[in-house]
């Protein structure tokens, strides 16, 4: 495509654009997944590679690239412009969205053409900080930012896994070490239980190289260092953890005591992601860090196939508030929060189902208690919730001495807020309420009394009602003098507005106000209607019209607003030193607003389940639990939480039951689209949904406590690491069957579709019947292999069901319910013609289709003995039988009957199971 070559580009002369060409030219080559931005002062460009893509990204085409070609040189570099917000918007995207890395370039020189770029800021998904000034100031974060690294020792045969993740946000540093497989089947599922957004590894090598594939297709993005890297003397690390850990009162002061430094391994990793966020080179980060082990068996245990099976959460860059993608994972239907730490939670919880009987017990009991109490979870939730800010993020901005007074007002509105939520609370009269959420919640206000008592001695409040954030005049004697300015122009501006109004035949305050907003300054508006009034005269200026009227000034206001905004800039440089050590007192307060970030945090999640449960078409049920072992598992009339929420959906509800050593598997046939997926998916999501405390879509659940969810549903070719569909099936499907226990539940769909039938059919059933003889964990097993359903036959703890559908008289009709019993035929030819193929091609697959089901029955036939010697005895009696003589007739096909009946003949019983019901 010929892009247009402005001769002026980016207000650059000649010798210019060529200086930066060569510059540019000379930079290290990046991946593709990182984006160079250049900082030109009012705005950023793009060149080369990236200019394209930024071009479909944000503008949705690539007719705004350029070209920079100056004359005499035979080099052409493409380019693209972004406007500051559109700068934004895309590295919030880029980061928190696509998982790519940022570099941001700015010109160091002393004017604006000169060529001295240096590399200001860079950027990745687990290391946000010297962006989050760009990230947050306008915005929540809403999606965290784990960073994770990790390190491998082999011991023996065994591999050693040492992880370190570091939640910059939380300002939580977790490490574990675990034994695990050549599959990293451990590793996989607590990839999936962090989520983090970033890893580091050693240069890639065998085993790494493995590694780094898992997290790729985890969507993690991939940092290498160099092996020495993970070499730190123990000492270096312990230094560091130092001063960036927060000692309680009391604990001596020094990481070498803490159990979770003896983890050598872990350690190492640890010490390598805390030098790559250069987290102890900034003193603001000293004290500020929470070091704990993970303890991985407190969570069910979920493979990455398992999360996407059930669709736990939205496909990459969709947005879970768009109508089009709202109900399409379980994350959109359960996220009803207000709050931005409260969709962080809950996308947490969803990833670490809890194992802890007691936990998930107390969960629902606050859940209950919500649904139940109507009028306070409304005012909760859609009063309360909404207006409270984020307050980990402003609780950076203190540490990183960042903040401003307007910060220290939104801390200061939680306070306030916080004894009605908690009046609220209190009127539910509910003891697991009050012991979770209340009680901390009261303690924590308590600690705070003192943080707003210093905010109501410091703040202006009544410059807060007009927008302006000031510290009290009373403090410093220069700040009288400037508020004793402001409040004489402010007198004389509400004078000017008397005036005006008789001029003008308007009532002062009503018809005619003055008003302050930033950019204009101070000025008068009246309403639209009145226009005309000063449309005519040369003594007004009209600024704009709004819908809330026109704003107009004088000569002699604007003169007020000048002298007004300098005495105020004046103010505002005066109480700057106030001001900081207002930022330093508020520093000593950060873990008691963290703790209170965590139970807004919770609650939200709790009122977001009780309105899930009540805003389903039907309402949700609360489960009853079971402890681990138990082995029970009862979902009357089940629903898909998404689908029920589709428009046009009339769900058909069914029934899974499950009993140790009674029915420990279900084995589903039937029609492609007759609802199999959807019902072993079902399952899958109620028994997750219970385990992170919410309600379930059932009309009555008992669910026992399980140690694993595992799932092998689709069949996609992962081809950008080279696997087949078939060889996707059997890495999922051997992590199965390593990871699943007798108190696991399986969900598998379609297994053996990638390779020929009867291989398949082999596959499939061994599978089958491993878990079913060897493992004895609850398994939901759909299949198009009929023979499978044979296990049923001579093994108790098999159900067989099917999928229901009605053929009749050319018509098709999927009634979606789960009957006991085989299907009797399949149906793929009615579903072809559904999908609307052409006829003479349906006509061809059900000719071909009966030439094949002939030739199968006779080769059944021939190697079925029993089968061929009652067939030669049915014709003998055929042939002998007089055709005029009705009687006979009848008692011929009654031997015949008989004959097959007590014929061990499998074709027989196959062909005719009516005969044998």
């Known amino acids: 495509m010929a892009y247009l070559k ?56 690539t007719n705004v690239v350029k070209i920079m070609a100056p004359p005499g040189s035979d080099v052409e570099v493409p380019y693209v412009v972004l406007s500051k917000n559109n700068f934004e918007r895309f590295v919030r995207d880029l980061l928190l969205v696509r998982n ?58 065994q591999k050693v896994i040492g992880i370190a993740c570091i939640e910059s946000i939380d300002r939580v540093f977790s490490v574990s070490e675990f034994l695990d497989n050549d599959f990293y089947s451990e590793l996989e ?91 102890a080179n900034e003193s603001s980060n000293h004290g500020h860090y929470e070091l704990k082990m993970l303890n991985l068996n407190r969570f069910v245990h979920l493979d990455a196939a398992a999360v996407s099976a059930l669709n736990l959460f939205p496909k990459s860059g969709a947005n879970i508030n768009s109508a089009a993608f709202k109900w399409h994972s379980i994350l959109g239907v359960l996220d009803r929060c207000k709050t931005p730490q409260g969709h962080r939670l809950m996308a947490q919880w969803l990833k670490q189902p809890l194992r802890s009987y007691d936990i998930i017990k107390d969960r629902h009991d606050i859940v209950e208690c919500l649904i139940d109490s109507t ?40 306070v306030l807020r916080m004894p009605k939520v908690l009046r609220l609370l209190e009127t539910l009269e509910n003891p697991t309420v009050r012991n979770i959420i209340n009680e901390p919640m009261k303690d924590v206000l308590g600690d705070l009394k ?43 501006m509400k004078r000017l507005l008397a005036k005006v109004a008789d001029e003008l035949g308007l009532n002062a305050g009503t018809s005619i106000k003055l008003e302050f907003v930033g950019h204009h300054g101070f000025h008068f508006r009246i309403s639209l209607k009145d226009e005309t009034i000063i449309r005519k005269s040369t003594k007004f200026q009209i600024l704009d019209a709004v819908k809330g009227g026109v704003r107009f000034t004088n000569e002699k206001l604007a003169d007020y607003s000048a002298d007004f905004t300098s005495s105020k800039e004046s103010y505002e440089e005066q109480q700057k030193t106030i001001v900081d050590e207002v930022v330093r ?91 199999k997926s959807t019902f072993i998916r079902s399952v899958g999501v109620a028994v997750l949904m219970a385990h992170v405390g919410a309600y379930v879509p059932c009309s009555e659940a008992e669910i026992t406590i399980v140690d694993s969810i595992l799932g ?27 990871t699943a226990t007798d108190k696991s539940l399986v969900i598998i769909d379609e297994l053996g579709r990638g390779t020929s039938t009867y291989e398949g059919c082999g596959i499939a059933w061994s599978i089958a019947e491993y878990l079913l003889k060897e493992t004895k964990c609850f398994t939901l097993f759909a299949t198009h292999f009929h023979e499978i359903t044979e296990m049923a036959e001579t093994l108790t703890t098999v159900k067989s069901c099917h999928m229901d559908a009605i053929a009749d008289n050319g018509k098709f009709t999927l009634l979606y319910q789960v009957k006991p019993g085989v299907m009797e035929k399949s149906f793929g030819i009615q579903v072809a013609k559904l999908a609307k193929l052409p006829s003479e091609v349906v006509q061809l697959a059900q000719k071909l289709y009966e030439e094949c089901e002939d030739h199968y029955a006779q080769l059944q036939m021939e190697n079925d003995e029993d089968g061929m010697k009652l067939l030669k005895s049915a014709i003998g009696k055929i042939v002998e039988v007089d055709p005029n003589n009705d009687e006979s007739i009848e008692t011929m096909l009654q031997d015949i009957r008989i004959c097959v009946r007590n014929s061990s003949s499998t074709y027989f019983r196959k062909t005719f199971p009516k005969l044998y019901a």
């Open 6 to 61: 402005p001769l002026k580009c980016l207000n650059l002369d000649t010798n210019q654009q060529k200086n930066f060409i060569k510059f540019f030219k000379m930079l290290p080559d990046k991946p593709t997944t990182t984006v160079r931005f250049f900082d030109r002062s009012d705005y950023y460009s793009c060149h080369g590679s990236d200019a394209e893509f930024v071009a479909k990204c944000v503008f949705k085409s």
């Open 450 to 492: 003192l943080f707003k008592s210093m905010v109501e001695q410091i703040l202006d409040l009544e410059a807060v009602e007009r927008g302006e954030y000031l510290v009290k005049h009373t403090f410093d004697d220069k700040l009288k003098e400037y508020k004793v300015q402001m409040d004489d122009i402010e007198s004389k």
């Open 375 to 414: 009028s306070a979870r409304s005012e909760l939730h859609d009063l309360h919730m909404k207006r409270l800010p984020d307050i980990l993020i402003v609780v950076n901005k203190l540490i990183r001495k960042k903040a401003s007074l307007q910060d220290i007002f939104r801390l200061y509105q939680v």
């Open 712 to 738: 092998r549903v689709g069949a996609d070719d992962n081809l950008s690491k080279g696997l087949s569909t078939f060889m996707v099936e059997m890495i999922e499907t051997a992590g199965i069957i390593r």
């Open 189 to 279: 599922a607590l990839v999936v239980l962090l989520g983090p957004k970033e890893c580091i590894l050693p240069s890639a090598e065998a085993d790494y190289e493995r590694i780094k594939t898992l997290l790729e297709r985890n969507n993690v993005i991939v940092t290498l260092k160099k092996k020495q890297d993970f070499s730190l003397e123990k000492n270096d690390i312990i230094q560091d953890l130092n001063k960036l850990l927060r000692f309680s009162k009391g604990q001596k002061e020094s990481a070498n005591t803490m159990p979770e430094t003896s983890k050598i391994i872990a350690l190492a990793a640890l010490g390598v992601a805390i030098r790559y966020l250069e987290l």
């Open 585 to 675: 007192i508020a520093v000593g307060y950060v873990e008691p607003w963290t703790m209170l970030n965590n139970l807004i945090a919770q609650l939200d999640c709790f009122l977001s389940f009780a309105v899930a449960a009540v805003s389903a078409p039907e309402p949700y049920v609360r489960p009853k639990i079971f402890q681990e072992g138990e082995g029970r598992l009862k979902l009357v009339q089940l629903r898909h939480p998404c689908l029920e929420l589709q428009e046009d959906v009339n769900f058909i509800a069914n029934d899974a039951i499950f009993q140790k050593d009674e029915t420990t598997m279900y084995i589903i046939t039937g029609p492609n689209m007759g609802g």
């Open 100 to 157: 790519y890395r940022v570099e941001v370039y700015t010109n160091k020189g002393p004017i604006k053409a000169s060529n001295d770029w240096v590399l200001e800021f860079k950027g990745s998904p687990g290391n946000l900080s010297q962006l989050e000034d760009i990230l947050f100031t306008n915005n929540d974060m809403v999606a965290g930012s784990a960073l994770m690294a990790l390190h491998v020792k082999q011991q023996g045969k």
